[in-house]
Structures are given as C-alpha cells and as structure tokens.
C-alpha cells in the first residue's frame, strides 16, 4: 500500500493586531529589495490598525504551514473606491499562487464591502507583479501618480 503526504495548506486569513510585525516585515522586504521605503510606507507600515482597519479597510494574510508568507491590503478611499495595497508574498513561497489567492479574496471582499472601483498602482520594474493583477483583471488606466515616488502605472478594476 502506498500512501502520498498531503498537501500542505494554503491558508488566507483574516489580519489581527498580532499580525502587525509581519504585514511590516514582509512588505518592507519587497520595497526595500527594489526601492526606498517612503513616510505613506512607514505611515501605512507602522500602524495598520490605525491607517487601513480604522478607517473601514481590510488586511488578509496567507499563511502556508502554519507560519505567515504573505499579505495583502485594502485602503478604502470612499464608500465605493478602495485600492489594492501593500500585496508581498516571501521569496521562499514564490510560485505557489499565493499572490493570486490573496488578490481574489481582496477583490471578493471590495466586493462585499460595496466597492464599485478597485484600483493600484505599481512599478514597471515589478513585471511578476504586474502579470498577476493583469490575470486578476485589472487594466492599465493614465493616472498623475504622486502618491509614491516609484509609482509608475496605475491599474484599475470595476466591480460593477
């Protein structure tokens, strides 16, 4: 008889102040690998619960065998317009889909949140990063970005 391992799961949770110091870590890894952190990064980094949760947006997190991998924020902006933020997935995860599940649960949850517009921007640079939210649906639009400096392409998706 033989038998195959399961297996090992993919979970994407729901953010809790416990996640604090993964949501900066794993997203200050990427930004720190290709650019400089930036005051909105250590605004948004520093205080999740304050700057994203209180203000009526949502946090989820992936964890693969019971360790944290990988997070992925919404931003409300306004009762119908969130943006898709701070999405990073560790390097030692790379190629499990994980990005993709967290990018559908942020959408699934715009949704259920009344969102009529999904919008991010991005860098040209991050071309993995740009394939997937393209596979998610999201498309090109001109934009004056001035939020970040290494913002260089926004990208939007509407919900209704």
């Avoid at 944290?68 to 560790?90: P, Q, R, W, Y």
């Avoid at 559908?104 to 999904?118: S, Y």
Wanted: proline share 2%.
């Amino acid at each position: 008889m033989t038998t195959t391992a399961s297996a090992p799961a993919v979970s994407i949770i729901d953010y809790t102040p416990a996640h604090a110091t993964h949501f900066r870590s794993l997203n200050q890894a990427w930004i720190e690998r290709y650019f400089e952190m930036e005051e909105l990064d250590h605004k948004s980094l520093g205080d999740p619960d304050g700057y994203i949760i209180s203000k009526g947006g949502h946090i989820f997190m992936a964890e693969y065998n019971s360790e944290v991998v990988g997070t992925c924020a919404l931003i409300k902006v306004n009762d119908i317009t969130f943006e898709l933020a701070k999405m990073a997935v560790t390097d030692k995860v790379q190629g499990l889909k994980i990005g993709k599940r967290l990018g559908e649960a942020a959408i699934q949850k715009a949704k259920e949140l009344g969102a009529e517009t999904l919008f991010l921007v991005s860098n040209r640079r991050l071309e993995t990063a740009l394939h997937l939210y393209h596979r998610l649906g999201f498309v090109e639009v001109p934009e004056d970005l001035q939020e970040y400096k290494r913002a260089d392409i926004k990208m939007e998706m509407f919900l209704k």
